[in-house]
DNA sequence: GTCTATACGTGGATAGAC
DNA sequence: GTCTATCCACGTATAGAC
């Protein structure tokens, strides 16, 4: 069915050497060797590794605001709304946690025109987070004095899986992703006063 | 007064390159130059590169656990000792963003032996957040269903802050480091039924 | 403990045939 | 579009003098 080309090979083949060596220290006929390659036939693709990052970083980030906006659209009400997101996000996270490591850590191995396009991304992402805190505040289902620093920091939640979540721990993505989704709505809910 | 030594410039001249080209990518020529010596100096106080890694991430992880012993030792109830911790560890990184960086994001260029020793290190840091965790929801200052995944995301937001953290944005760490002990408390504090 | 000089392996990228 | 062969720069680590 599904026909797995040279190109898709390639960037597979370069997620695995990134995500168990770094940037830095896999070398192109690594990469190569992973895509049933010769060295040579990797610059016919990409021009230089650090294309190869950069493919990976942009396939990585458009995936991660497609989740994120497609949990935002849902019917319901923000409280509801942010649950999904957050847990949608975190799940994303967990289960691509490879590719979340490569292009959250590798990022400065970018060129700077390559980090710009990239960051405009991770913009794109916090806008989504900060939109839905600012309407729940607005019609007081979310009691939020600080929303982009609240934003941010609920995005930290689902970002930082990269670094230590293993799919052979215990805990499991889903029962993560839940948790995390509960601890967002009890930052961001009203309190009773006391 | 403090006289800096040979090894000390050389400690400050790895977690300068650490932190500006990462560890693979940092040359010992590189690491040499900074510190004012040749290349071959570097091997009078270090085997290898990894060796520098290695003390900046004992020296690293060592003084990140002490900040939070000592915030969780202060007076108070385990509201107030939430707060500090949290202040204080979220400050720590975001002050020391640099060496941060390095010793979570290099974790793996180390050898199997002080990723060993590491690891050991966090999990103290861990155990410090689950303990305080665990008295409060004894005495009913806290309602944390989930201890530890609710201390590991606590830690998350302070850990995570390296990774975005510039001292040279609009927020101040002391203003990230205090929003971040709220969220804290407020993950953990029990809500009124509704 | 610091230097200069260097051995030796490796890596990104290219040349040119098929 | 893929191969083999290769260029040439670079990086870790060491040798040996001072």
Known sequence: M???TSRERLLQAAVEAFA???FTATTTRDIA???GMSPAAVYVHHDTKESLLFTVSVEGHQAALAVIRTAAAIEGDHVAR???MVREF????????RVGRIVQYEFD???PEH??????YRRQIERVMRDVLSAGVADGAFDVVDVPGTARAILSLSIDLVRWFSPRASTSAGDIAQLHAE???RMTTPRSPS
């Open 109 to 111: 191995a970018l060129t």
């Open 90 to 97: 975190s799940t994303w996270h967990a289960v691509n946690s």
């Open 20 to 22: 168990e060596k770094g």
């Open 115 to 120: 980090r710009a396009e990239i960051a405009d």
């Open 2 to 4: 599904s026909i797995i």
């Open 183 to 185: 601890l967002a709505v």
């Open 82 to 84: 942010l649950r999904q």
């Open 33 to 35: 060797t992973r895509a």
